[in-house]
Protein backbone atom coordinates (compact mmCIF):
# COMPACT_ATOMS: atom_id res chain seq x y z
CA UNK A 1 0.00 0.00 0.00
CA UNK A 2 2.16 2.71 -1.63
CA UNK A 3 -0.55 5.74 -1.29
CA UNK A 4 1.03 7.78 2.16
CA UNK A 5 3.66 7.35 0.52
CA UNK A 6 2.91 9.51 -2.62
CA UNK A 7 1.32 11.86 -0.45
CA UNK A 8 3.08 12.18 2.81
CA UNK A 9 6.61 12.64 4.26
CA UNK A 10 7.40 8.98 5.27
CA UNK A 11 9.48 9.25 8.31
CA UNK A 12 12.63 7.52 9.22
CA UNK A 13 13.67 9.55 12.07
CA UNK A 14 17.36 10.11 10.84
CA UNK A 15 16.00 10.40 7.21
CA UNK A 16 12.57 11.07 5.07
CA UNK A 17 11.19 8.55 2.32
CA UNK A 18 9.56 10.31 -0.04
CA UNK A 19 8.54 8.61 -3.41
CA UNK A 20 6.19 10.93 -6.27
CA UNK A 21 -0.57 12.76 -9.04
CA UNK A 22 2.12 12.86 -5.94
CA UNK A 23 -0.13 13.81 -2.91
CA UNK A 24 1.54 15.57 -0.18
CA UNK A 25 2.89 18.27 -0.56
CA UNK A 26 7.47 21.95 3.25
CA UNK A 27 7.30 24.74 2.58
CA UNK A 28 9.54 25.58 -0.65
CA UNK A 29 11.30 28.98 -0.20
CA UNK A 30 9.31 30.85 2.13
CA UNK A 31 9.88 31.73 5.65
CA UNK A 32 10.32 30.37 9.01
CA UNK A 33 6.92 31.06 10.27
CA UNK A 34 8.48 32.56 13.75
CA UNK A 35 5.23 32.35 16.00
CA UNK A 36 2.66 33.65 13.71
CA UNK A 37 0.35 30.91 13.34
CA UNK A 38 1.03 28.73 16.67
CA UNK A 39 -2.52 27.29 16.16
CA UNK A 40 -0.89 25.30 13.34
CA UNK A 41 0.50 21.94 14.09
CA UNK A 42 2.33 18.97 13.21
CA UNK A 43 0.58 15.72 12.45
CA UNK A 44 2.48 11.97 12.76
CA UNK A 45 0.40 8.89 12.45
CA UNK A 46 1.08 5.55 11.69
CA UNK A 47 -0.90 3.19 9.07
CA UNK A 48 -0.39 -0.70 10.01
CA UNK A 49 -1.10 -1.85 6.04
CA UNK A 50 1.44 0.61 4.78
CA UNK A 51 4.28 -0.86 3.31
CA UNK A 52 7.84 -0.20 4.71
CA UNK A 53 10.73 -1.52 1.99
CA UNK A 54 12.97 -1.83 5.08
CA UNK A 55 10.87 -4.00 7.17
CA UNK A 56 9.38 -7.50 6.70
CA UNK A 57 6.08 -6.80 8.36
CA UNK A 58 3.71 -3.87 6.86
CA UNK A 59 3.49 -0.65 8.94
CA UNK A 60 4.41 2.96 8.32
CA UNK A 61 4.86 6.12 10.37
CA UNK A 62 4.01 9.53 8.06
CA UNK A 63 4.11 13.54 8.65
CA UNK A 64 1.52 15.73 7.50
CA UNK A 65 0.21 19.27 8.89
CA UNK A 66 -2.89 20.25 10.50
CA UNK A 67 -4.59 23.34 11.58
CA UNK A 68 -6.66 23.55 14.96
CA UNK A 69 -9.82 25.23 14.66
CA UNK A 70 -10.85 25.14 18.22
CA UNK A 71 -8.98 23.25 21.09
CA UNK A 72 -9.32 20.09 20.65
CA UNK A 73 -10.14 20.37 16.75
CA UNK A 74 -7.89 19.31 14.17
CA UNK A 75 -8.46 20.31 10.52
CA UNK A 76 -6.16 18.36 7.81
CA UNK A 77 -6.52 16.09 4.42
CA UNK A 78 -7.99 13.50 4.66
CA UNK A 79 -5.62 11.15 2.95
CA UNK A 80 -3.65 12.22 6.19
CA UNK A 81 -6.89 10.35 8.44
CA UNK A 82 -7.34 7.77 6.10
CA UNK A 83 -7.08 4.31 7.01
CA UNK A 84 -5.00 4.85 10.32
CA UNK A 85 -4.57 2.74 12.76
CA UNK A 86 -6.51 1.85 15.87
CA UNK A 87 -4.17 0.93 18.71
CA UNK A 88 -1.46 -0.35 15.80
CA UNK A 89 -4.03 -2.40 14.37
CA UNK A 90 -6.22 -2.09 10.84
CA UNK A 91 -9.13 -0.11 11.17
CA UNK A 92 -12.40 -2.04 11.07
CA UNK A 93 -13.57 1.62 8.84
CA UNK A 94 -10.45 3.28 7.33
CA UNK A 95 -13.02 6.60 7.27
CA UNK A 96 -13.44 7.19 11.21
CA UNK A 97 -12.48 5.74 14.33
CA UNK A 98 -8.46 5.45 14.20
CA UNK A 99 -6.55 6.97 17.62
CA UNK A 100 -3.06 6.49 16.06
CA UNK A 101 -1.95 10.15 15.44
CA UNK A 102 -0.44 12.93 17.03
CA UNK A 103 -0.36 16.51 17.00
CA UNK A 104 2.23 18.98 18.06
CA UNK A 105 2.12 23.14 17.53
CA UNK A 106 6.26 23.08 18.69
CA UNK A 107 7.61 25.39 15.69
CA UNK A 108 10.11 22.58 15.50
CA UNK A 109 8.89 19.16 17.00
CA UNK A 110 11.21 17.18 18.63
CA UNK A 111 12.13 13.55 16.83
CA UNK A 112 15.68 13.06 18.23
CA UNK A 113 13.76 11.10 21.39
CA UNK A 114 12.72 8.24 18.80
CA UNK A 115 15.34 5.20 18.27
CA UNK A 116 16.08 5.80 14.63
CA UNK A 117 14.10 2.86 12.61
CA UNK A 118 17.17 1.39 11.84
CA UNK A 119 16.89 0.22 15.11
CA UNK A 120 14.29 -1.72 14.50
CA UNK A 121 15.14 -3.52 10.40
CA UNK A 122 13.93 -5.56 9.57
CA UNK A 123 11.67 -7.87 11.40
CA UNK A 124 10.89 -5.61 14.63
CA UNK A 125 8.59 -3.42 12.82
CA UNK A 126 5.94 -4.21 15.57
CA UNK A 127 8.15 -3.34 18.17
CA UNK A 128 8.58 0.17 16.75
CA UNK A 129 5.14 0.95 16.80
CA UNK A 130 5.02 -0.01 20.15
CA UNK A 131 8.04 2.02 21.51
CA UNK A 132 7.50 5.24 19.59
CA UNK A 133 3.53 5.21 20.24
CA UNK A 134 4.43 4.81 23.78
CA UNK A 135 6.65 7.58 23.42
CA UNK A 136 4.77 9.94 21.98
CA UNK A 137 1.85 9.57 24.70
CA UNK A 138 4.50 10.18 27.30
CA UNK A 139 5.29 13.39 25.86
CA UNK A 140 4.45 16.70 26.58
CA UNK A 141 4.83 17.72 23.05
CA UNK A 142 2.51 15.43 21.76
CA UNK A 143 -1.31 15.43 22.07
CA UNK A 144 -2.88 12.00 21.29
CA UNK A 145 -5.92 11.75 18.96
CA UNK A 146 -9.41 10.88 20.75
CA UNK A 147 -10.65 9.58 17.19
CA UNK A 148 -10.35 10.28 13.31
CA UNK A 149 -12.44 11.38 10.60
CA UNK A 150 -11.81 11.26 6.76
CA UNK A 151 -14.80 13.05 4.48
CA UNK A 152 -17.53 10.60 3.94
CA UNK A 153 -17.82 10.76 0.40
CA UNK A 154 -13.66 10.18 0.60
CA UNK A 155 -11.84 7.42 -2.12
CA UNK A 156 -8.23 6.62 -1.50
CA UNK A 157 -7.95 6.40 -5.42
CA UNK A 158 -9.54 9.54 -6.66
CA UNK A 159 -8.36 11.35 -2.83
CA UNK A 160 -8.08 14.94 -4.13
CA UNK A 161 -12.14 14.95 -5.04
CA UNK A 162 -12.71 15.00 -1.09
CA UNK A 163 -9.22 15.22 0.34
CA UNK A 164 -10.69 16.98 3.89
CA UNK A 165 -10.18 15.21 7.06
CA UNK A 166 -10.73 15.98 11.00
CA UNK A 167 -8.84 14.64 13.95
CA UNK A 168 -10.54 15.46 17.68
CA UNK A 169 -8.15 15.42 20.14
CA UNK A 170 -8.02 13.53 23.38
CA UNK A 171 -7.28 16.78 25.54
CA UNK A 172 -7.87 20.85 24.46
CA UNK A 173 -4.68 22.58 23.55
CA UNK A 174 -5.35 25.96 24.46
CA UNK A 175 -4.42 29.15 22.60
CA UNK A 176 -5.35 32.51 22.56
CA UNK A 177 -6.19 31.94 18.73
CA UNK A 178 -7.20 29.48 16.52
CA UNK A 179 -8.30 28.77 12.26
CA UNK A 180 -11.17 29.69 10.94
CA UNK A 181 -13.59 28.43 8.84
CA UNK A 182 -14.66 30.23 5.56
CA UNK A 183 -18.17 31.18 4.59
CA UNK A 184 -19.58 28.81 1.94
CA UNK A 185 -18.21 29.17 -1.65
CA UNK A 186 -15.77 31.75 -0.11
CA UNK A 187 -13.44 31.40 -2.92
CA UNK A 188 -15.74 32.22 -5.03
CA UNK A 189 -15.38 35.81 -5.00
CA UNK A 190 -11.87 35.68 -6.39
CA UNK A 191 -13.08 34.54 -9.61
CA UNK A 192 -11.97 36.41 -12.72
CA UNK A 193 -10.03 39.55 -12.62
CA UNK A 194 -10.38 39.76 -9.04
CA UNK A 195 -7.79 36.72 -8.56
CA UNK A 196 -5.68 39.55 -9.13
CA UNK A 197 -5.67 41.45 -5.71
CA UNK A 198 -5.98 38.37 -3.93
CA UNK A 199 -3.17 37.24 -1.68
CA UNK A 200 -2.79 33.77 0.45
CA UNK A 201 -0.58 32.05 3.04
CA UNK A 202 0.41 28.66 2.91
CA UNK A 203 2.07 27.02 6.29
CA UNK A 204 3.59 23.65 6.75
CA UNK A 205 5.98 21.58 8.22
CA UNK A 206 7.02 19.80 4.79
CA UNK A 207 10.39 19.38 3.18
CA UNK A 208 11.76 22.83 2.00
CA UNK A 209 13.25 21.05 -1.43
CA UNK A 210 13.10 18.10 -3.25
CA UNK A 211 13.97 16.13 -6.38
CA UNK A 212 14.41 12.49 -7.75
CA UNK A 213 17.16 11.64 -5.58
CA UNK A 214 17.70 14.06 -2.54
CA UNK A 215 15.83 16.38 -0.40
CA UNK A 216 16.24 18.99 2.62
CA UNK A 217 14.59 20.39 5.56
CA UNK A 218 10.95 19.76 7.16
CA UNK A 219 9.42 19.50 10.60
CA UNK A 220 10.00 23.06 11.28
CA UNK A 221 6.87 25.36 10.39
CA UNK A 222 7.59 27.75 7.77
CA UNK A 223 5.03 30.04 5.63
CA UNK A 224 5.08 31.48 2.06
CA UNK A 225 3.01 34.01 0.58
CA UNK A 226 1.50 33.14 -3.11
CA UNK A 227 -1.10 33.86 -5.63
CA UNK A 228 -4.21 32.09 -6.89
CA UNK A 229 -3.74 30.50 -9.92
CA UNK A 230 -6.67 28.92 -11.13
CA UNK A 231 -10.18 27.50 -9.12
CA UNK A 232 -10.74 24.75 -11.58
CA UNK A 233 -7.43 23.38 -10.04
CA UNK A 234 -5.67 20.65 -12.02
CA UNK A 235 -8.76 18.32 -14.42
CA UNK A 236 -10.61 20.83 -14.13
CA UNK A 237 -11.54 20.09 -10.64
CA UNK A 238 -13.34 23.50 -10.23
CA UNK A 239 -15.29 22.82 -6.93
CA UNK A 240 -12.66 20.78 -5.16
CA UNK A 241 -9.11 21.44 -6.55
CA UNK A 242 -7.75 25.22 -6.31
CA UNK A 243 -4.22 26.06 -7.69
CA UNK A 244 -1.91 28.47 -5.91
CA UNK A 245 1.42 29.98 -7.10
CA UNK A 246 4.88 28.71 -6.85
CA UNK A 247 6.60 31.42 -8.07
CA UNK A 248 6.14 34.90 -9.34
CA UNK A 249 4.67 38.73 -8.63
CA UNK A 250 3.61 38.51 -5.17
CA UNK A 251 4.73 35.00 -4.16
CA UNK A 252 7.38 33.69 -1.93
CA UNK A 253 7.65 30.47 -2.14
CA UNK A 254 5.46 27.29 -2.70
CA UNK A 255 4.42 23.70 -0.94
CA UNK A 256 5.86 20.18 -0.99
CA UNK A 257 5.74 16.67 0.65
CA UNK A 258 4.74 16.60 4.41
CA UNK A 259 2.70 20.06 4.11
CA UNK A 260 -0.45 18.26 2.94
CA UNK A 261 -3.14 19.07 5.05
CA UNK A 262 -1.78 22.23 6.13
CA UNK A 263 -3.57 25.48 5.64
CA UNK A 264 -3.96 28.77 3.08
CA UNK A 265 -4.81 31.60 4.66
CA UNK A 266 -6.82 34.50 3.19
CA UNK A 267 -4.33 37.64 3.89
CA UNK A 268 -5.68 40.16 0.71
CA UNK A 269 -6.48 42.81 3.39
CA UNK A 270 -4.58 43.16 7.03
CA UNK A 271 -8.51 42.88 8.25
CA UNK A 272 -8.98 39.59 6.37
CA UNK A 273 -5.58 38.05 7.39
CA UNK A 274 -6.40 38.71 11.11
CA UNK A 275 -9.14 36.63 10.92
CA UNK A 276 -6.81 33.28 10.26
CA UNK A 277 -9.62 31.85 7.18
CA UNK A 278 -8.66 28.70 6.06
CA UNK A 279 -9.80 28.47 2.68
CA UNK A 280 -7.98 25.58 1.29
CA UNK A 281 -5.63 22.46 2.52
CA UNK A 282 -2.53 21.60 0.51
CA UNK A 283 -3.68 18.31 -0.90
CA UNK A 284 -1.00 17.30 -3.91
CA UNK A 285 1.81 17.88 -6.02
CA UNK A 286 1.89 16.97 -9.36
CA UNK A 287 6.10 16.32 -9.87
CA UNK A 288 8.94 15.46 -7.41
CA UNK A 289 10.84 18.85 -7.46
CA UNK A 290 7.52 20.48 -5.50
CA UNK A 291 7.14 23.23 -8.09
CA UNK A 292 3.57 22.75 -8.48
CA UNK A 293 0.86 21.49 -6.34
CA UNK A 294 -2.42 22.14 -5.83
CA UNK A 295 -4.84 22.44 -2.89
CA UNK A 296 -8.29 20.73 -1.61
CA UNK A 297 -11.22 23.52 -1.18
CA UNK A 298 -12.65 23.61 2.16
CA UNK A 299 -15.68 26.20 1.43
CA UNK A 300 -17.72 23.56 -0.08
CA UNK A 301 -20.92 23.35 1.99
CA UNK A 302 -21.15 19.28 1.93
CA UNK A 303 -16.93 20.43 3.45
CA UNK A 304 -18.40 23.26 6.32
CA UNK A 305 -20.73 20.01 7.24
CA UNK A 306 -18.77 17.28 7.90
CA UNK A 307 -16.05 19.95 9.46
CA UNK A 308 -19.49 21.39 12.20
CA UNK A 309 -20.65 17.03 12.73
CA UNK A 310 -17.68 14.81 10.97
CA UNK A 311 -19.21 12.12 13.73
CA UNK A 312 -22.84 12.30 12.17
CA UNK A 313 -21.71 12.41 8.61
CA UNK A 314 -21.62 8.91 7.87
Known sequence: MNRH???AAAVAVGGLLLSPMLPASAIVGGAPDAGEHPFVGQVFFYVPDAVDSRFDDP???????GTLIDPDTVVTAGHCTYAVGVEGEVPADP???STDVWFSVAEAPDYSVFPPSSTFVPDRNEERYETWSALLDASPQWSEAQSTFT???YVDEEFLQHDLGVVELSEPIVLPEYGTLPTP?????????AKNRALFESVGYGLEGSGP???????TRRKADRRLVSLRGAYGLRDTAVMFSHAGRGTTGGTCFGDSGGPTFDITTPAIAEQNIIVAVTSFGQNY??????SYRIDQPDDLAFIADP????
Open 5 to 7: LLR
Open 59 to 65: GGWFNCT
Open 95 to 97: LSG
Open 151 to 153: HPD
Open 185 to 193: RYLDRYAGG
Open 213 to 219: KSSFGGD
Open 289 to 294: NCNASG
Open 311 to 314: AGSY
